[in-house]
């Protein structure tokens, strides 16, 4: 664990009140623990890590409330996202998975297309296809589903929140130029706990990247420790016309 950072994570104001007033270093005071200037200034990195902070004004909506915004962005309809998407190790070893499209309707339909032409879809009640990119064979899993990937889950995300679910505002940021939210949240799903970032458009509201990061052993023992990355190059939502609605087709 890296102690400077577990101290500026310590820091981070999660409510409006807590940052009230402190409109430069000398006023920000770490919970329990006082600041102490010198020494952090010591650290050649954290000065970065330290303006992230004072990016969240005072004035910043909360999480719940970007959440809220983001659900009201994408609206109804058939939500279509390409993005590109890669696995960090901690050794430095990165796998690259591509370029995707993705169109989804709700809990009904969906369909996934990858740049080596494989390709998924669902549909309620008919199960998944998948159609092989290279033979063009055609699998299909009556008794199989499919779940849209955390970029769409605003609308989950927001629910979650208003149950009492801890999902908050880390910060602003910049992805590929667009200023954005920060927010974070951690979900056990069966095993380590997965932490996890959505990245929100700040003036749109539309997901700009995606994060999960988990740590443990395998079912063979052996100890991992990597980070899922998913960044959105092109994010939008459909009229739920007929004619869109083939695009949720197998080669549609």
Avoid: C
Avoid at 75 to 88: C, H, N
Avoid at 194 to 211: F, V
């Amino acid at each position: 664990m890296d102690p400077v950072l577990d101290r500026v994570r310590a820091a981070n104001p999660v409510t409006e009140a807590e940052f009230a007033g402190a409109a430069d270093f000398d006023a920000l005071v770490l919970p329990r623990r006082p600041r102490r200037r010198r020494r952090w200034l010591a650290v050649p990195a954290l000065g970065t890590v330290v303006a992230a902070l004072v990016l969240v004004p005072s004035s910043a909506p909360g999480a719940s409330e970007i959440l809220r915004r983001a659900s009201v962005a994408v609206g109804d309809g058939i939500l279509y996202a390409q993005s590109t998407a890669e696995l960090r190790a901690a050794d430095g070893e990165v796998d690259h998975y591509g370029t995707r499209r993705v169109w989804v309707r709700g809990d009904d339909a969906m369909r996934w297309v990858d740049d080596q032409g494989n390709e998924d879809v669902y549909a309620k009640g008919a199960g998944t296809a998948h159609r092989d990119g290279r033979t063009g064979e055609v699998e299909r899993e009556p008794d199989a589903s499919m779940v849209a990937g955390d970029i769409f889950r605003s609308v989950a995300l927001l629910q979650s929140a208003r149950a009492g679910d801890a999902v908050t505002l880390e910060g602003e940021t910049t992805v590929d130029g667009r200023p954005a939210y920060v927010l974070r949240w951690t979900e056990q799903r069966g095993g380590p706990a997965i932490e996890q970032k959505l990245w929100i458009d700040r003036e749109t509201y539309a997901p700009l990247r995606y994060t999960d990061h988990s740590r443990g052993r395998d079912v063979s023992g052996k100890p991992f420790d990597q980070t899922y990355v998913e960044t959105v190059q092109e994010f939008r939502t459909l009229p739920d016309t007929p004619e869109n609605r083939r695009l949720l087709e197998l080669g549609g």
